[in-house]
């Protein structure tokens, strides 16, 4: 069983935001250090963003400064903040674990980002 669940995708305008949450097991989330991807469409899955142990993050370059990452360890989330989006950031999102595990990709959260 797939120990994630993506949600919060949609179809936002240019400029626009989304919020992107990943309820995940208790016991996974407190091992692993978590990583947000996607998969655009024609592309191979890319790493958006990453939440490392002690709380460090690190972000693609195509993301930095408009995307945050973060974890709520009481409920077990990680979210994804995502703002001024962009039509490129139209895509597959999903959380997993990083380095992700082949076993745990989940269906994911479609992101649209047009006019």
């Known amino acids: 069983q797939v120990p994630f669940v993506e949600s919060g995708g949609g179809l936002v305008q240019p400029g626009g935001s989304l919020r992107l949450s990943c309820a995940a097991s208790?016991?996974?989330?407190?091992?692993?250090?978590m990583g947000w991807y996607r998969r655009a469409p024609g592309k191979q899955r890319e790493l958006v963003a990453a939440i490392l142990s002690g709380g460090s993050t690190n972000y693609a370059d195509s993301v930095k400064g408009r995307v945050t990452i973060s974890t709520d360890n009481a409920k077990n989330t990680v979210s994804l903040q995502m703002n001024s989006l962009k039509p490129e950031d139209t895509a597959v999102y999903y959380c997993?674990?990083?380095?992700?595990?082949?076993?745990?990709w989940g269906q994911g959260t479609q992101v649209t980002v047009s006019s």
């Open positions: 997993n674990t990083h380095p992700p595990r082949s076993d745990f």
């Open positions: 208790g016991t996974i989330f407190r091992i692993y250090p």
